[in-house]
């Protein structure tokens, strides 16, 4: 089964579990926006499997978005629950199969928030600003460009200037993709609850601890 049917059926699954106990458990959700090289994508891997959930990276969300109208397992198992999938918005994605750039971006706020509803680690794709009022953890991950760097040259070996390159180009994307679709600096830290910088924080439990513990501070926002 592959990663995007994968996900479609834990949310389909946890749709029926919440349906099935009348009652919904606070969901564990946590958006995760990372500098290129600054080790969010690990913290996530680690933080999701410690919390039991699903990690939601950018390919994932947009095969989401784009395949649900042919996944004909994920359709039918959503056909047979309509009644509950349609109030966690996830049915209105079950439309055409030709997607602009505004169907792409409407489509993938309603698959964002149904996880939401059912929980996951969703890494980048704006889902801090989607989920800003929903009682989700919103953290970001930085590191100089050097250290970040460094980093990307050693795990993918290449050469440093390479490296560089490759961590100024994704950063770049990240925040323009922000910009282009929310009108937000990818940096602005008011739209994050915790900003970690990784230059010097290397221990990748501890942190993962940390944000647990956060998981459990947060309340709602300020009116």
């Known amino acids: 089964m592959s990663d995007v049917q994968s996900a479609l059926q834990a949310i389909v699954s946890a749709i029926n579990t919440i349906s099935s106990d009348g009652a919904k458990a606070p969901a564990k959700v946590v958006c995760i926006s990372r500098d290129y090289g600054a080790g969010g994508d690990e913290v996530a891997q680690i933080l999701a499997k410690r919390l039991g959930v699903n990690v939601y990276d950018q390919v994932i969300l947009d095969r989401m978005t784009q395949r649900l109208d042919s996944d004909k397992e994920t359709l039918k198992?959503?056909?047979?629950?309509?009644?509950?999938?349609?109030?966690?918005?996830?049915?209105?994605?079950?439309?055409?199969?030709?997607?602009?750039?505004?169907?792409?971006?409407?489509?993938?706020?309603?698959?964002?928030?149904?996880?939401?509803?059912?929980?996951?680690?969703?890494?980048?794709?704006?889902?801090?600003?989607?989920?800003?009022?929903?009682?989700?953890?919103?953290?970001r991950f930085i590191g100089s460009p050097e250290v970040c760097a460094a980093r990307v040259a050693a795990a993918e070996k290449i050469d440093l200037e390479a490296a560089r390159a490759k961590v100024h180009a994704a950063n770049d994307h990240r925040g323009k993709f922000i910009w282009d679709t929310f009108q937000q600096r990818l940096n602005d830290p008011h739209t994050f609850d915790l900003v970690i910088n990784t230059d010097h924080i290397t221990d990748n439990a501890k942190l993962v601890d940390m944000l647990v513990d956060a998981m459990n501070m947060v309340g709602p926002p300020a009116p």
């Open 77 to 139: 198992a959503l056909d047979s629950g309509a009644s509950r999938v349609r109030d966690l918005w996830l049915y209105s994605l079950v439309t055409g199969k030709a997607l602009n750039a505004n169907t792409y971006r409407r489509h993938l706020n309603n698959v964002v928030l149904s996880i939401g509803r059912t929980g996951g680690v969703i890494l980048g794709q704006g889902a801090h600003l989607i989920l800003a009022r929903s009682g989700a953890l919103r953290v």
